[in-house]
């Protein structure tokens, strides 16, 4: 078991106040009310929606109330198991389950149910088409399932925006129109690009324009 909080030193805890809602606004409200409720809850959508970002704030949100979380993903090494003091649990990539882990998730679902515990799921896909097992891709689906959905080109401006912000940064109107005509509407990947473009303008000392946006790219590759 995988206890939180979670090891993101580089960057804030990811939270339901820095999290853009955009058409997600049922997801963000039934999460922020998992402890209360026993039946699971499914989050799918492409890459780079939040969902992983949603089940960390979820999990912090747990923790601040002071709650226990236990994660597990696809990369996690076996045994799994939960102990009775946990407050949610979380299985975040089902779609990259292998054989093993699939059992595994199977077994902490069914003793997750039996102690009342919430079981929150997420991957790129919906329960329905998950490449898992019958019995896992039936309960994962049983429960709230919400589609994420991408935020439209305001709303990751308004992202970028308030990142920006954050850090200190200036970005004009030029460089947003840029990131977000050229690249996909892709929260994590703007926010990555952000991070080196962050970087790239300390280490020239200049500042962030698209002619130095075109150099990173350039120089670094997209």
């Known amino acids: 078991m995988r206890q939180l909080p979670l090891d993101i030193a580089t960057e804030p805890a990811r939270s339901f106040e820095s999290f853009v809602p955009g058409q ?24 780079g929606v939040g969902k992983t970002h949603l ?30 003091t946990v407050h949610v649990v979380v299985l975040d990539n089902c779609d990259l389950l ?26 790129r896909l919906p329960p329905v088409d998950l490449p898992v097992r019958d019995d896992l891709r039936t309960r994962l689906g049983w ?20 990142e920006a912000d954050r850090r200190g940064l200036f970005l004009s109107d030029e460089v947003m129109d840029y990131l977000l005509t050229h690249f996909a509407r892709d929260l994590k990947h703007l926010m990555t690009l952000l991070d080196r473009l962050d970087e790239f303008a300390l280490v020239h000392k200049r500042a962030i324009t698209v002619p130095l946006l075109k150099q990173m790219l350039t120089e670094e590759g997209p």
Not at 29 to 47: E, K, N
Not at 143 to 162: C, D, K, N, T
């Open 55 to 84: 089940l960390q704030a979820t999990a912090n949100h747990v923790q601040q109330q002071g709650g226990r979380v236990a994660w597990f993903d696809a990369t996690q090494p076996l045994p799994w198991y939960i102990e009775d």
């Open 24 to 47: 997600n606004t049922h997801a963000v409200a039934h999460l922020r009310q998992v402890t209360q409720q026993t039946a699971p809850v499914f989050l799918w959508g492409a890459s």
């Open 98 to 123: 292998d054989e093993a882990r699939q059992h595994a998730a199977f077994a902490l679902f069914i003793e997750a149910t039996t102690l009342g515990i919430p079981v929150l799921g997420a991957a």
């Open 143 to 162: 429960g709230h399932v919400f589609a994420v959905q991408a935020l439209s080109e305001p709303e990751a401006r308004a992202a970028l925006r308030r």
